[in-house]
């Protein structure tokens, strides 16, 4: 059944038990992102350290997608040099693209191969997306504001 | 009571009830507070006009023209019918949401002197429970012109608060603009008794009837309102045709809001002159053979009664409301039995978001719609994210509700949360 492809057990468990979900004090900078046809909204604090992501926290109101789709990005990101993680979030908005053909390599997505069923449903991708977009914005400000 | 809807008879002339939805299952179509779906005979009208008729209204001396006018103009007659309103009182335009602009916008083009002129110490009123497209277009024509825009709250109950009518809608107003029926929570409001307020202290009032004119009677000389909007699409009509009605007093006086052909009567290198109403607010070439399928749709709706339109409406919205509000975990928004209350129905699931309850459902071949309704400001008041909202309509019945109840209580096994 379609409903089940979509939302897979590992997608509930993000949604009822979301990572990094407390927004942290200190940060480099913070965001927030609107979804403005369904109103949801995420504040994503990242702090940027000689190029390494050291922390990304988060707070926000969205669907089950989203608000697991935030919680596995974070999970990934934490820790990774910006280039990469730049490139994971590439691979990621590939994979939301691929219209329900690519499965998504779970060697760099980890978790987030879980959300490859959302691509078959184009009002949702932007659901998978809105943390990630967070997060993109978050790091070209953060890579901005250091370069000054 | 009147002979009900045969809705499996009428819902032969809506080929688009033969399409498979997700599954192979039948489609149960709960969104027509969005948009209605259309009936044979309406695009069968759009059809002909483009296949006999078609020709640029207005202009040419053509055996066309004459008949696109024809059939634009008998097309107008149909609408002013529809409302109780004045042939040369109807404005076709592209939608609700240019009906209000065309307002706003042509009380923002006044010149000082004129009753539409606005300025700091003017008031507009509106209230909690408007759409966007009737709370933009006067929240900027405030901050534009420096007039204070003030609205009514909403009670618990979902209704508007009308205790201090005559504080809110005070001597300073001189715009009360107003839903006739919120398309989230379906409260019908009183528009008469708003109405009777607004003339004391020489206010207009403008009434956005996209939720109240497709599934009541609407007379707007009874109403005792200046200005009323509503959409085509939302009453079997075909999308792109709207409907602006005002007062030919106010019409007259009124400065256009787009300009350009058609809307003149003189036209120099440095000046211009207008067309009387409708015309003056009808710039370029409009959309006729939308203008002909709303007036198809419009027929049809009288032709099956509008009385009997509103008693189906009223039947599943007590019903619908007898099978959701005893569900656990589900709250209804708004009214909680069907007096003033027309047949829209939004709720909330405990532990699900409204967009996971609409993909639920949509997997059980129901459309609804998902999200803030364009009510924002409406969803903050009621301390919501969101809702799911199910419309009904003529091609709608009672199984269709049973399939929502029992979709809702699986949607809640899905998801863990009863």
């Given at each position: 059944m379609e409903l089940e492809s979509l939302y897979q057990e590992v997608i509930l468990d993000h949604y009822k038990h979301p990572a990094n979900k407390k927004l942290s004090s200190d940060y480099s900078t913070q965001v927030h992102h609107v979804n403005p046809s369904c109103g949801d909204e995420i504040t994503l604090n990242l702090t940027l350290q000689n190029g390494l992501i050291k922390q990304v926290s988060w707070e926000g109101v969205g669907c089950s997608i989203s608000q697991a789709s935030t919680s596995i990005m974070t999970d990934l990101m934490i820790g990774k040099d910006t280039e990469s993680a730049l490139s994971v979030l590439d691979e990621f908005t590939a994979l939301m693209q691929s219209k329900g053909l690519a499965k998504g390599n779970e060697l760099v997505l980890e978790d987030a191969v879980a959300l490859a069923g959302v691509s078959k449903f184009p009002a949702r991708i932007k659901c998978a997306l809105l943390g990630w977009m967070a997060f993109k914005d978050a790091i070209s400000q953060s890579v901005a504001d250091q370069t000054k | 009571m009147t002979q009900p809807i045969d809705v499996a008879a009428l819902k032969r002339d809506f080929a688009i009830f033969d399409k498979k939805m997700r599954g192979g299952k039948r489609l149960v179509y709960l969104d027509s507070g969005a948009t209605s779906q259309k009936p044979r005979q309406v695009l069968d009208a759009e059809r002909y006009f483009y296949e006999n008729n078609n020709a640029a209204v207005h202009r040419g001396a053509h055996l066309l023209a004459e008949e696109a006018n024809e059939a634009y103009e008998g097309a107008r007659q149909s609408v002013a019918d529809f409302i109780g309103a004045n042939v040369e009182e109807t404005i076709f335009t592209k939608g609700a949401t240019e009906s209000l602009n065309l307002i706003a916008y042509s009380f923002g083009n006044s010149k000082p002197g004129s009753r539409f002129h606005l300025k700091a110490g003017d008031r507009i009123v509106v209230s909690e429970m408007e759409h966007h497209a009737n709370l933009i277009p006067w929240q900027q024509l405030a901050k534009r012109t420096g007039a204070e825009l003030v609205w009514f709250e909403i009670t618990d109950e979902g209704r508007l608060d009308l205790t201090k009518i005559s504080d809110v809608i005070d001597s300073k107003t001189k715009i009360v603009a107003i839903t006739h029926q919120s398309n989230v929570l379906g409260t019908i409001n009183p528009i008469k008794e708003i109405a009777a307020q607004a003339k004391k202290v020489g206010a207009v009032v403008v009434l956005d009837a996209c939720q109240s004119a497709p599934h009541f009677k609407i007379d707007v000389k009874e109403l005792g309102i200046d200005f009323l909007a509503f959409s085509g699409h939302k009453a079997l009509g075909p999308t792109g045709v709207g409907v602006c009605w005002g007062k030919s007093e106010h019409l007259a006086e009124m400065e256009p809001f787009l300009t350009g052909g058609s809307m003149i009567e003189s036209v120099t290198m440095t000046d211009a002159t207008w067309a009387p109403a409708p015309r003056k607010f009808e710039a370029g070439v409009p959309n006729m053979a939308q203008a002909v399928g709303l007036a198809t749709a419009l027929t049809y709706l009288t032709k099956i009664g509008m009385d009997r339109v509103a008693e189906h409406d009223a039947l599943l919205t007590a019903y619908a409301l007898s099978k959701l509000?005893?569900?656990?975990?589900v709250k209804v928004i708004g009214p909680q039995n069907g007096v003033d209350r027309g047949a829209v129905i939004s709720f909330t699931i405990d532990g699900v978001h409204p967009h996971d309850v609409g993909q639920a459902l949509d997997g059980n071949g129901i459309a609804v719609r998902t999200g803030h309704h364009c009510a924002w400001p409406l969803m903050r008041k009621l301390g919501l994210v969101g809702t799911t909202r199910a419309s009904f309509y003529i091609y709608n019945d009672k199984s269709d509700i049973d399939i929502l109840a029992d979709s809702i209580v699986e949607a809640q096994k899905f998801f863990k949360v009863n």
């Open positions: - | 509000i005893p569900l656990a975990g």
